[in-house]
């Protein structure tokens, strides 16, 4: 068994790092200062990703990306991880859900969104439905030739740069034994449609700058040409192309996770007190090596869910684990450097107060803990009839 890099991998890291390093460090003060990302900042990043062949490179190359596997795309945002959300985000990857784009639409939507030249965002999210996605209460009805969309959703992030949305919709209902049942239809949604609104979300601690919208739909009407995949088809479309969008959640955990331990490593060995470095005390000690303990595990779950996917392996449980457990490793490793830098860790001086403020988010999107725990139960306990 082979855990090391290719020399291909190799590059994409120290590339992709060196990108974050010089591009995106620079400006993570100001958009924490100010929580916005001046609109020439974004487009020069944009730019330098394109320039560097890595916009889209999430996408194969027949339409246009640089074709990456699961695990090189990992290892993109692993490095991605290091940096501020809200600037890595014009590092463009669009959703790849928009794989699903059929005629019209790839010259819509497809195409001109991995050159860049159109940004995305995904919509499911509603104020009373969150985990419980067939929960929706945003509802599209048929009228004529058309869809008539009415409803709310919330938390969707990039919505604010978005020149589309796709967006999942309630299309219809089955009953069941359990209930009634809600059938899904995603949808394309382009920005500026009558009866469509985007309006800036709630402030958060997490990831200032990177914000989340809400987007409003009052009898807005979509042709059907609009339809992302098949109608009442929105689950197969999110199992096909979304599910592995945790793993993003928790490799760029695992980056982050290495720049914070970088920082306790780095301030353990030089702070001093009774006389001699903290690095030698156990109680700091023994901290920073639970940490990187935790950390080279996350990174090893979060590899080898990528790699299934890219040996066409059942890696639903794989993922789920990866993510829950990277998630709360980042809980645990930026507590811990905010303790051992004591004091100071909560002063704005150090961006420590920031890492642990943005960890806390990752718990809780792309699927909470809780949801994570009950994919590995039902994945364990399935096979055995239980």
Known sequence: M?????????MIVSTVRSFVENEIYPHEELVERTGDVPAEIAQEIKQKTLDLGFYGCNFPEDVGGAGLGHVDFALVERELGRGSMALTHFFGRPQNILMACEGEQIDR???PAIRGERMDA???????????VRGMKCTARRDGGDWVVNGTKHFISGADHADFIIVFIATGEDMTDKGPKKRITAFLVDR?????????????????GYKNMILEFDDCRLPDAQV????DGGFAVMNEWLYATRITVATMSVGRARRVFDYALNYAADRKQFGQQIAKFQGVSFQIADMITDIDAADLLTLNSAWRLDQGLPANREIASAKVFA??????????????FGGMGLMNDYPIERFWRDARVERIW???????????GRELFRPLGA
């Open 228 to 231: 992302l995949g098949e109608v």
């Open 109 to 111: 939507y497809l195409l």
């Open 192 to 208: 500026g449609m009558p009866g469509f609104t985007i309006r800036d979300g709630y402030k958060s601690v997490s990831h200032r």
């Open 327 to 340: 998630s709360e490793m980042l809980a645990k490793v930026t507590d811990a450097t905010l303790q051992i």
């Open 122 to 132: 995904l919509a499911m999210t509603e104020p009373d439905a969150g985990s419980d």
């Open 2 to 10: 082979h855990f090391g890099l290719s020399e291909e991998q190799e």
């Open 366 to 376: 792309d699927g909470t803990s809780e949801i994570q725990r009950h994919i590995i």
